[in-house]
């Protein structure tokens, strides 16, 4: 709910333009990463996922850009809609003979009208 | 609709009373997981599953067990809770390790 939102980063994006949200992940043996969205009051919910192999993949108005050299990680929302406010989360799978799950703190996405 | 139930959606106790927190997927998954999640600290994973009598710790076990005697359940127990246990929940599953998961709505526990 609300109270997992507080201390968050925020990031204010008006109507219709475009949003970037970054994540800097720990482990460069990582090997899966996923980017969730999470709504007041509600589980996380997958978004878009990423392999390392990969640089770069797209989604519905979503796209996820994965820099292995730096460790890091974006997710970009084009024609930011009201129904894209929400926390998000990154999530990488650091693969060192488990399937454990490392997420991410989170970042507010606020629209504005 | 498939879907990942949890059971109670609230819960209010006191330190050292064993609890269960069910959880329950229609999606014949092998993955499973419980997440922990507190202001300020995203999701914690604390113990995940990759099928039937096969679990493995998160990174924050302490002070929880879990079981999977079934492939559609993954209760989780704090046998003597603590303050510090107070949290909101999640389960989640998905087919496999690798591949997408479905959370739960959440179960958001207070230990007074």
């Known amino acids: 709910g609300e109270s997992v939102g507080l201390h968050l980063p925020t990031l204010s994006v008006q109507e219709g333009d475009n949003s970037i949200i970054n994540c800097a992940y720990s482990n460069s043996a990582s090997d899966y990463f996923i980017w969730y969205k999470q709504e007041s009051g509600k589980g996380p919910q997958f978004i878009i996922d990423i392999r390392s192999n990969m640089d770069k993949r797209q989604g519905q108005r979503v796209t996820v850009l994965l820099n292995k050299t730096v460790k890091h990680l974006s997710l970009q929302i084009a024609a930011t809609q009201p129904g894209d406010s929400a926390v998000y989360f990154c999530?990488?799978?650091?693969?060192?003979?488990?399937?454990?799950?490392?997420f991410g703190t989170g970042t507010r996405l606020k629209v504005l009208a | 609709e498939a879907q990942v139930t949890q059971n109670p959606r609230y819960l209010i106790t006191v330190t050292g009373k064993k609890l269960t927190v069910t959880c329950s997927q229609n999606?014949?998954?092998?993955?499973m997981s419980w997440y922990r999640q507190d202001p300020g600290l995203g999701l914690r994973q604390i113990y995940y599953s990759m099928n039937v009598e096969v679990t493995d710790k998160g990174d924050v076990p302490e002070g929880y067990k879990v079981s999977r005697k079934e492939k559609r359940n993954f209760p989780l127990i704090l046998e003597s809770p603590s303050p510090n246990q107070t949290s909101l929940y999640f389960c989640?599953?998905?087919?496999?390790?690798?591949?997408?998961?479905?959370f739960g709505p959440g179960t958001r526990l207070t230990v007074l």
């Open positions: 999606m014949n998954h092998e993955y």
């Open positions: 999530a990488e799978n650091p693969f060192e003979g488990t399937y454990k799950y490392i």
């Open positions: 989640a599953s998905s087919l496999g390790a690798l591949d997408t998961q479905y």
